[in-house]
């Protein structure tokens, strides 16, 4: 299965965005997250596909259940499920390669400071889930709290343990990559080049067309 361009990512995504506000019925909510799922399989995300569908379906059942006993929790579920298939096919860009997403971006015209944000926060989240982890580990380590409920218990202690030493870790963090940002000339006035080959085919072309036409059947139930 060939790459898609990352053009085509911001493509589907604003496609998606714009028919997401003008749907109206439940049922092309749920055509959206079948092609969100379509969409991360295309991208070989199957595990998220799996996972965002899963709790897509906890949290459409949770609102349901909750829509008897009251109206402002049951809101609050069906609107963070309505945003569920955004998220879908917003992860497909969250999980593209940094370097062929700025390349690919730069031909359109993003501006270089959107750019060099997008691709530090990308860069960022994948290290700090690392971070978070070796914390974790290390609280079990120290037997802090052995178990689960131990956090529930202790919520100042675990609020000491977990998030003080996460932000000091997250300042550093930051720190290195933006040397690593500037070491590698991001911030340069020249246009970057790229080792991977960024082009717009007739897969993307396709790919696109082919989303953008489901979702417009969806709309007006052709």
């Not at 493509?11 to 749920?30: K, N, S």
């Not at 000491?160 to 030493?165: A, K, M, N, T």
Request: charged share 15%; glycine share 4%.
């Amino acid at each position: 299965m060939r790459t898609l361009d990352p053009r085509t990512h911001l493509a589907v995504l604003t496609c998606a965005a714009v028919w997401w506000f003008l749907y109206e019925q439940l049922w092309q909510i749920h055509g959206l997250c079948l092609l969100g799922a379509c969409y991360l399989w295309q991208a070989r995300e199957l595990r998220s596909a799996v996972r965002f569908c899963v709790f897509y379906i906890v949290m459409q059942a949770a609102a349901n259940v909750f829509a008897l006993h009251g109206a402002l929790l049951y809101i609050i579920l069906h609107t963070f499920a309505r945003s569920i298939p955004l998220m879908m096919f917003a992860a497909v860009i969250a999980k593209s390669n940094p370097s062929r997403l700025m390349a690919s971006w730069q031909k359109i015209g993003v501006p270089k400071t959107v750019l060099i944000m997008l691709c530090m926060m990308m860069r960022f989240f994948p290290v700090l889930q690392k971070e978070m982890a070796a914390i974790k580990d290390g609280i079990k380590a120290r037997g802090i709290f052995p178990h689960w409920y131990d956090y529930l218990c202790r919520p100042v202690t675990a609020y000491e343990s977990f998030f003080v030493p996460l932000t000091v870790r997250c300042l550093k963090l930051s720190a290195e990559l933006g040397a690593t940002a500037e070491l590698r000339g991001l911030d340069a006035p020249q246009k970057r080049s790229c080792m991977y080959a960024v082009r717009f085919s007739v897969y993307d072309i396709l790919t696109s067309g082919i989303y953008g036409a489901a979702m417009f059947v969806f709309y007006y139930k052709i």
